[in-house]
């Protein structure tokens, strides 16, 4: 790691004349690409956000951390986040060491279309700020923005990017790669960083003091945006009487918004790669205890025709389908909770493998069958089983907390009056 690279993007104008300029800023994409269950998110709803700003008077930022690991399906993800970046016509995107690596890597840091700024980067390529200038009621505003690791760059360091001139107005954001309330405070003493963006361990934007502040260096807007693309940060510049004023606010990326085209088509492309891929068929597998193996949820029927009636009309017994009909049926992260075992040997593998796996079945809850069902019952059903948090997780199943109740009465399928626990 090196220390911070004074060098900066060139520097681009806008001369149209607006009365607010408006930065949206995202990041911490973790390489969720489109939202599971219902959840907010989803790249191709984000120009329904950005596009309430005329592309003249806007600036769209990614604040970086796009991938969690560098397995293979994440490295599909990053070329898939960097091309929707150039089809979201953004303007800037912060790499983090592992971003610029993982960019670097690949062959990406050529794209023309984004600017990009790294803690991690010289040169022409990758600085460590950028600028831009624009037109506001006349005056002209530059806003600029710093990228530091505080591992490696002293807060100090920010006095050499940004300026605090009487004749000039600026406005300052910094992007850190960790913070507390010295760090902050130290920041704010030096009254010439307006706007602190720190890293966020939550889906939803946090802030810290007034969303409302002035761009004088004595209101430090401090803040967080967020996780998985759930929602879209808004910085609004205005110009009152000759000072500018700060407003932020937060945008839920929701299901009702429109989607775009392009994106849509991006996402088609990824599905694609990933069934191109044989990711499912090189997912990791762990072996059962004790020899077990799944059987299927037909085995259970012989002795368990009740069940397994009232089962086969409920939605877990068509879990599959689901994924089918939005293509994500090839994805490993997705088909995880659709199937029976599939972090196992014996578990389900490829719908032509092992087509009598799909669905969430009796194993998925019960554990493998396989010696229950040659003891003629005699051996109850043991571990590995799945609880339904397992797959009814905040980031998959965002109705399931708060209402476990309406959840379980669609998919009771044995004799009252057994309860869930007295249910093997």
């Known amino acids: ?36 269950g219902g959840q907010l998110g989803g790249l191709e709803r984000r120009p329904a956000v950005f596009n309430t700003a005329p592309k003249q008077e806007r600036l769209i930022i990614d604040t970086g951390n796009l991938i969690p690991t560098g397995g293979e399906q994440d490295l599909l993800k990053f070329n898939i986040i960097f091309e929707a970046f150039r089809l979201l016509d953004y303007d800037l995107v912060n790499l983090t060491g592992k971003d610029l690596e993982t960019a670097q890597n690949l062959g990406l840091l050529a794209n023309p279309f984004t600017g990009f700024i790294s803690p991690y980067g010289a040169g022409e390529k990758i600085a460590a700020v950028f600028r831009k200038q ?109 000072k500018l004023n700060l407003s932020l606010s937060t945008i839920p990326v929701t299901e009702d918004l429109p989607q775009e085209k392009s994106l849509v088509e991006l996402y088609k492309t990824y599905q694609q790669l990933v069934k191109q891929t044989n990711l499912l068929e090189k997912y990791p597998r762990f072996t059962l205890p004790n020899g ?12 368990h025709e009740y069940e397994y009636k009232i089962w086969s009309q409920e939605p877990h017994s068509h879990a599959y389908a689901t994924l089918e009909k939005v293509g994500s049926q090839f994805d490993p992260e997705c088909i995880i909770c659709h199937v029976v075992g599939m972090e196992y040997e014996s578990g389900y593998i490829s719908e032509q493998q092992t087509s009598h796996l799909k669905n969430v079945g009796c194993e998925n809850c019960h554990g493998p069958g396989s010696e229950h069902n040659t003891t003629l019952g005699k051996a109850k059903t043991t571990e590995p089983k799945s609880a339904c948090l397992d797959c009814h997780t905040p980031e998959t199943s965002s109705e399931y907390a708060g209402n476990e109740q309406l959840y379980l009465e669609k998919i009771i399928h044995w004799r009252e009056p057994n309860t869930p626990s007295n249910v093997e």
Do not use: H
């Not at 963006?197 to 967080?224: H, Q, R």
């Not at 077990?292 to 002795?303: F, G, I, M, T, V």
């Open 134 to 242: 624009y037109l506001l009621k006349e005056e002209n505003i530059t806003i600029s923005v710093l990228t530091l690791d505080l591992e490696t760059s002293p807060i100090q360091q920010t006095k050499e990017v940004f300026t605090r001139e009487p004749d000039q107005k600026n406005v300052n954001i910094l992007i850190i790669s960790r913070c507390d309330d010295a760090i902050i405070s130290n920041i704010a003493e030096m009254g010439i960083v307006d706007c602190l963006i720190y890293p966020s361990d939550s889906d939803e934007p946090e802030v810290i003091g007034d969303p409302n502040g002035s761009a004088t260096g004595k209101n430090l807007l401090v803040f967080s945006v967020g996780r998985f693309g759930r929602y879209i940060c808004k910085l609004q510049i205005g110009l009152d009487k000759g």
């Open 292 to 303: 077990l193996e799944y059987a299927d949820s037909e085995s259970c029927k012989p002795c």
């Open 1 to 36: 790691m090196c220390a911070l690279a004074l060098s900066e993007k060139p520097q681009t104008s806008s001369f149209a004349k607006a009365d607010v300029l408006t930065v949206f800023l995202a990041g911490n994409e973790l390489g969720a690409l489109k939202p599971c």
